[in-house]
């Protein structure tokens, strides 16, 4: 009899595993439970559909049932599993539209059953015009919402890179927005003094900020927060994601940082024949050398595809992160990778920190536009330990300098050493990652 | 008596010395010959003066001879070296305003004489309309010429980066234009595969290309090529630049790398207490660990910066490039960094190289556009060897990211699993840095 592979979840990290598991076993039987309507798509694009950039959630689409169909997997669309049992080597299943439950047993078990949006036990969380944004079927839902009757305000609940992308997507509507914070500011991923570049963009874009500020309750037409009512007809919840490892934890498998699964770095879990990647997994931290949680497509497709060629017979690893993260509110770019300076603090780093001001490009161009970069280094080694971006276009996606440097641990001095592209229109001779390298050496 | 430092040239690698020896001799005489009519400017920026988009060539100027005054440095404007004694430790100096000699003797001695554009000895080279672009003085005499009498038609002539730049400007400024190479296709420094996209994209903006094509003289009015006449009422060389570097030779400082100044890693030349840096001097290759030419404003800068601290009594080192570049002509950009397959080749290096073809963005968002990355890698180490990069906006400067990996010495597999930032608007979930790398690796 053929193996038979089990995938719990039919999303970046699942289906980025099938493709490769496919590739080593072309006889093995291969079969998908995905809850939802949807396989392999791109929920980082939901904003851009919402502010209209993007048409209709299909698009967000890499891979449909049919097409994973096309390469001899069973995709079962609109099916859950309830249950794991290890033991005895199978899932159960609900078909939630024929309304019917199954047994199925697996010689492999790979669980990518995602993240979840946080939901806090806030009075009236649970109303039909309070939106999470994880999934194309949320933004299935916001969107009917959104052009069904009038939408004219919107109130967007916390200051991450979901909130900025959707409170950018409704001011581009041209929808009255205003973003609440319990922070002193957005982007608590940041250091707060980059945070605050992020609260002058938001304003600077038109959207109205309420920081420091709690959610108490929600009513239909209103958020009610500790210190105002905000009237709105729609509510983005962006508080965060954290694993879906419900499932898993009931299983008896074991959870590592933030309650995500536990894995190695070849994506397996603590019982044998059993995987996991994607948003229910655990990551590792390669700047502070610890587990880590962080739900990114990114790592979803990675931790997938060494999932599937280690399913597939293969061997790979996924040695993990440094902590990249970037987005954008209108015109401003944001960007982080490593360790901020509150984040050394908490690891009991000695750190040195520096920002600076420079341009995206030469500053005689007429493109050039302002950009802060903030570096952070260890006090003594000059180990780089991350940095910070906020600036104009060109300026975010320049994480990825420090990102491989941190990666290949380099020191201050040898950023500043780093042959960067220069021409007019990119940089000015001195690339503003370099400048804040040239800077903070001098700290170290 | 106080040490006396001279400084022979005023632009980037001898003005960004003098920054580092003030800071660190504030009782030192620094005096700076400079035979042109400005100090510390941008030539990398003339195209966009000439295509209007930067209003002035005094825009370019970073540092005047009156700022460079103020910090007490005696900037002698006007006065040309003619000879350099380093037994008799002085060098001779003529005014060539007041058409005066004069010796002065020096402690320290930094050569910053730059680079000087290839003429090589066609008939009708000296002729009034053909123009190089290295000096400021270049750029005004160009400029005047533009804008004086009629400028309908002009003839590039060689298809590098001065030579792309200079394309675009006159494209920008509506004038019929015309590239003249010898070579197969434009960009000689890129894989001919990649040079044949710049040259798909010259022909997109509208630049005529005249391609395996040898310029045999000028004459009024036209450039004569094996194959045609072409009527040009401006002809640029952008045939490329080498070291000026012939008072050092007649000094009997030693040469190196194309008979550009020989300099250690603190930018020490061959003769003590004589330094260089800036296009007059050679530095080092990283990936293929020999001595190399490179006429940049970074290398410049940097090497300058790292003289200047030796020359003020510290210690430090300047370890060298990659080899990276980049430019653009109109919406395409291009990019390249460590070694092109060719390069490799002739460095004797087993290797293998993959072309993927992926988009800027996701490739759902509206401003995707096509990106092409080639990446190559040594044969059985994998350890990466360089890339090539061309593409709408936002591609080119992707090339920063393999530029640290070369630095770092990774290796392919360590490239795919490199944690780039990735959003919707900014790129695919996989990069597509980190897609080349995860093709080239089936090859390795």
């Not at 927005?177 to 304003?203: C, Y």
């Not at 300026?395 to 440097?405: E, F, G, L, N």
Request: aromatic share 4%; net charge negative.
């Amino acid at each position: 009899m053929a193996e038979r592979i089990v995938v719990i979840g039919g999303d970046a990290g699942g289906m980025a595993a099938i493709s490769q598991i496919r590739k080593r076993k072309s006889d093995a039987e291969i079969v998908v439970f995905e809850k939802g309507h949807w396989t392999s798509y791109s929920a980082c694009g939901i904003p851009y559909v919402v502010a209209g950039q993007v048409a209709g959630i299909e698009r967000l689409v890499a891979r449909t049932p049919e097409q994973f169909r096309e390469l001899g997997v069973d995709v079962r669309m609109r099916h859950e599993v309830t249950a794991i049992d290890l033991a005895g080597g199978h899932v159960e299943v609900r078909d939630t539209e024929g309304n019917t439950t199954l047994e199925m047993g697996f010689d492999q078990l790979l669980v990518a059953t995602g993240g979840r949006p946080m939901r806090p036990p806030i009075p009236g969380i649970e109303l039909g015009f309070v939106h999470g944004v994880q999934t194309l079927d949320d933004a299935a839902d916001l969107l009917a919402h959104a052009e069904a009757g009038r939408c004219r305000r919107v109130v967007v609940v916390g200051g991450g890179y979901i909130g900025l992308e959707m409170a950018e997507a409704f001011v581009e509507r041209g929808v009255a927005t205003t973003l609440v914070d319990s922070n002193e500011q957005p982007m608590k991923t940041l250091d707060t003094d980059m945070g605050a570049l992020i609260a002058d963009a938001l304003r600077h874009h038109g959207v109205e900020l309420r920081l420091c500020t709690k959610v108490r309750g929600f009513s239909d037409g209103a958020v009610v927060t500790d210190a105002e009512r905000l009237e709105a007809d729609l509510v983005v919840l962006g508080i965060g994601v954290g694993p879906n490892s419900q499932l898993a934890r009931e299983a008896g498998l074991r959870l590592g940082a933030r309650d995500a699964i536990a894995v190695d770095r070849r994506q397996h879990t603590s019982a044998a024949g059993v995987w996991s990647a994607g948003d229910c997994a655990e990551t590792f931290h390669l700047v502070t050398r610890q587990p880590t949680y962080v739900a990114l497509g990114t790592v979803a497709n990675k931790g997938g595809r060494v999932a599937g060629i280690n399913i597939g017979g293969g061997d790979a690893v996924f040695p993990g992160v440094v902590g990249t993260a970037i987005s954008k509110i209108c015109a401003t770019e944001v960007a982080r990778t490593g360790l901020t300076e509150a984040e050394a603090r908490e690891a009991g780093l000695a750190h040195v920190a520096r920002t600076i001001e420079s341009t995206t490009n030469a500053g005689y161009m007429p493109n050039a536009k302002p950009m802060s970069v903030k570096m952070v280094a260890e006090r003594g080694s000059g180990r780089l330990l991350g940095a910070q971006i906020v600036g104009g276009s060109g300026a975010a996606k320049r994480i990825d300098t420090v990102a491989v440097a941190l990666h290949a641990g380099l020191d201050v001095q040898q950023v500043v050493d780093l042959d960067l592209a220069y021409a007019p229109p990119f940089s000015g001779v001195w690339d503003p990652v370099l400048i804040a390298a040239r800077e903070l050496v001098k700290l170290i």
